[in-house]
């Protein structure tokens, strides 16, 4: 295991990730989970990524698989997201999330703790005071950003002293290197890659046209319209890399994340002893110069392709002319498109989001006529034609 330095900290290069026991990609086992853990510790990985909106069974797994070498791993779990949905980042709701997490956690320190949602209500200042404060009890070492509107994000810069900044990054999702990487570099931070096999495109042996009931994948934008076919092409380049190269394409995806010197530890979501295997082989291979200007020149072709396409149909799709596989999942493609072009603040577009979500507790009846709503608010972002 390869390992990166930050700030005093030294931390493998493979961190593993917790998300999947929230159940959005099927259930998981919590056994053999805590297993995988453990064998990952002994194979040299000493970060681990969790959070308290993951579930509780999330922290409580992670919790009980490290409390042998606890002195010796380096936990990460989140605030922002209370229990009930709601977010929350006043110090009432930070500190009674944090304890909630220690005791999860079987732990009486945070070693990085991370801002996971924004909450427009509460000031930054409010939040960094708060975090600060923490770090001063000893109850965390560091603090974090992600998943925040850049706005945000830059003012935690301002006014705060952050460790890392959280976000997506893999070959099929990239617009973190424009994004965020400027951050990085001007404010001696640090990035932490999630997603970095986009979510199974660039690791299951073939994409699927449907998930099974209650999979994230069913609604996530990267597997639906131009994303996917994107996604796809990239795919099939990644595999011609991994085979000139004698690498499996989940092993190649993450080489090219671990590429960029900006990122501190890139996370994966291995839930078996043998996926654990295949990504921790990713850390000691060197991404070849060669192949990685390959895939600039088909990113840029595929960056300028998306633009284009992306706002077609998304004005197809609110518009009426474009119907995908579900009103919800064609919604969120629409409103994320919006958003990823920058069309609407991240601030705007989420309460739509949760109105999307809420759909799906709706009788059709009623969902569509919710549907037909949410399209006529939001067609007001679209550019004048």
């Not at 956690?105 to 949602?117: A, M, P, R």
């Not at 939040?127 to 070492?141: P, S, Y």
């Not at 009846?365 to 037909?372: F, T």
């Amino acid at each position: 295991m390869k390992y990166r330095f930050h700030k005093g900290l030294k931390v493998s290069a493979i961190g593993i990730g917790c998300y999947s026991l929230s159940g959005v990609y099927g259930k998981k086992d919590p056994d053999e989970f805590q297993q995988m853990i453990r064998i990952a510790h002994k194979s040299g990985v000493n970060f681990y990524d969790t959070a308290g909106s993951y579930g509780e069974l999330a922290e409580e797994v992670l919790g009980n698989a490290v409390f042998p070498f606890r002195k010796e791993v380096f936990i990460s779990t989140k605030v922002g997201v209370q229990d009930d949905g709601n977010f929350d980042l006043t110090e009432r709701g930070i500190k009674s999330a944090v304890e909630r997490s220690l005791k999860r956690l079987k732990t009486d320190w945070i070693d990085l703790l991370q801002v996971h949602f924004d909450d427009p209500k509460t000031p930054v200042s409010e939040t960094i005071a708060v975090l600060e404060g923490l770090k001063r009890e000893g109850k965390i070492i560091q603090y974090g950003v992600g998943h925040l509107p850049i706005s945000r994000v830059k003012h935690y810069l301002e006014l705060g002293q952050p460790f890392s900044l959280m976000f997506e990054l893999s070959p099929v999702s990239r617009s973190a290197r424009t994004r965020y990487f400027p951050l990085l570099e001007t404010k001696n931070l640090k990035g932490i890659a999630f997603s970095t096999t986009g979510r199974g495109m660039l690791s299951l042996k073939s994409i699927p046209e449907n998930f099974p009931p209650g999979d994230l994948r069913n609604i996530d934008p990267l597997f639906h319209f131009d994303l996917r076919r994107s996604g796809l092409r990239v795919r099939e380049k990644m595999e011609e890399i991994a085979r000139e190269n004698g690498k499996t394409l989940a092993q190649v995806s993450l080489a090219w994340v671990l590429s960029h010197p900006q990122i501190l530890c890139a996370l994966t979501g291995p839930s078996t002893v043998s996926h654990l295997a295949e990504n921790l082989e990713a850390s000691e291979w060197d991404f070849p110069r060669e192949n990685l200007e390959e895939l600039e020149i088909l990113f840029n072709k595929e960056d300028a392709r998306l633009t284009r396409e992306r706002l077609e149909t998304a004005s197809g799709i609110l518009g009426g002319s474009i119907k995908g596989k579900d009103e919800t999942s064609d919604l969120i493609y629409a409103l994320d498109t919006l958003m990823e072009l920058e069309m609407v603040p991240e601030k705007d577009a989420l309460p739509y989001f949760l109105k999307i979500l809420g759909m799906e507790k709706l009788s059709p009846e009623k969902k569509s006529g919710l549907a037909r709503e949410i399209k006529e608010e939001i067609r007001q972002f679209l550019p004048a034609s």
